[in-house]
């Protein structure tokens, strides 16, 4: 092969270099979380004793058969839920605004369908409640984050 031919062959496949792509900020750690999170009480971890106990509680309620044991560790569990996503959500660090706008949506609309009010007027109270719930929350939570 002469030299001739080998130098268009070089030019046919020249070199690709990669196109130069900032690096990613890495991302947070444990010990990135901020201390306004912690609980008053952050030395003792009562939330997940109250974790605990609900499970214990729900795990009792179903073997027993006890309905209100279950619904007992079922609401224990979701306390401990609650609590850690409130914090998160007000201290600005996660928005949690659909778990939180549920609570009063499902709890309002349980009165509701115990107060015997027809199936559409439970699902009106519902939606109406998780809409104005949830958008007073993410403006909260904007607000929060924009300071």
């Given at each position: 092969?002469?030299?001739?031919?080998?130098?268009?062959?070089?030019?046919?496949r020249?070199r690709?270099?990669?196109?130069?792509?900032?690096?990613r900020?890495?991302?947070?750690?444990?010990i990135?979380?901020?201390?306004?999170?912690?609980?008053?009480?952050?030395?003792f971890?009562?939330?997940?004793?109250?974790?605990?106990?609900?499970?214990?509680?729900?795990?009792?309620?179903?073997?027993?058969?006890?309905?209100?044991v279950?619904?007992?560790?079922?609401?224990?569990?979701?306390?401990?839920?609650?609590?850690?996503?409130?914090?998160e959500?007000?201290?600005?660090?996660?928005?949690?605004?659909?778990?939180?706008?549920?609570?009063p949506?499902v709890?309002?609309?349980?009165l509701?369908?115990?107060?015997?009010a027809?199936?559409?007027?439970?699902v009106?109270?519902?939606?109406?409640?998780?809409?104005?719930?949830?958008?007073a929350?993410?403006r909260?939570?904007?607000?929060?984050?924009?300071?």
């Amino acid at each position: 092969m002469t030299t001739h031919k080998r130098k268009r062959r070089n030019r046919r496949r020249p070199r690709a270099t990669a196109p130069q792509v900032p690096p990613r900020p890495p991302k947070p750690t444990l010990i990135d979380r901020p201390d306004k999170l912690d609980a008053p009480w952050s030395p003792f971890p009562l939330v997940e004793l109250c974790i605990l106990v609900g499970i214990v509680c729900i795990a009792v309620g179903l073997i027993a058969g006890e309905n209100l044991v279950l619904a007992f560790g079922v609401m224990l569990g979701a306390l401990g839920g609650l609590d850690t996503s409130a914090r998160e959500h007000f201290a600005g660090y996660r928005s949690h605004t659909l778990v939180l706008a549920g609570i009063p949506a499902v709890l309002l609309a349980a009165l509701t369908a115990f107060a015997k009010a027809p199936l559409y007027v439970v699902v009106a109270v519902l939606v109406l409640v998780f809409a104005g719930a949830g958008l007073a929350l993410r403006r909260a939570w904007a607000a929060k984050v924009a300071t």
